[in-house]
């Protein structure tokens, strides 16, 4: 994904079960009172969890974020900040993701749940 790539985002992990990734802090992605931008959150998360939809869609398949709601925990003023998303759903029209947002210090930031369609080709 182009604009993951360009933003910071890194996946250390993939399977249909599980996809992690990460984004550092960094000032460029940040408010100006130096808290990484809720866009940024939700571009990792956004991400990490289309990541996973995709690794659950049936061959052939495509699809595309329908849906997402972040709830915000905590900002984030340095370190890492890491995605962990699960599958919640794996439907013939829907998958429906969980990501859990954490910080390098164990932290929980954020939670998003997004839903994505499924696309037959």
Not at 28 to 41: F, I
């Amino acid at each position: 994904m182009p604009y993951a790539r360009t933003t910071g985002v890194r996946l250390a992990e993939a399977s249909a079960s599980l996809v992690r990734g990460s984004l550092s802090w960094a000032p460029e992605l940040c408010t100006a009172s130096g808290v990484l931008h809720g866009g940024a959150v939700m571009t990792l998360a956004d991400s990490v969890g289309a990541v996973c939809a995709y690794l659950n869609l049936p061959a052939g398949a495509t699809t595309s974020t329908v849906e997402s709601k972040t709830n915000f925990f905590r900002g984030v003023r340095s370190g890492i900040l890491e995605a962990v998303a699960r599958p919640l759903h794996t439907g013939a029209s829907f998958i429906v993701v969980q990501t859990d947002l954490i910080d390098d210090t164990g932290r929980a930031v954020g939670l998003t749940i997004q839903s994505q369609t499924v696309r037959s080709a």
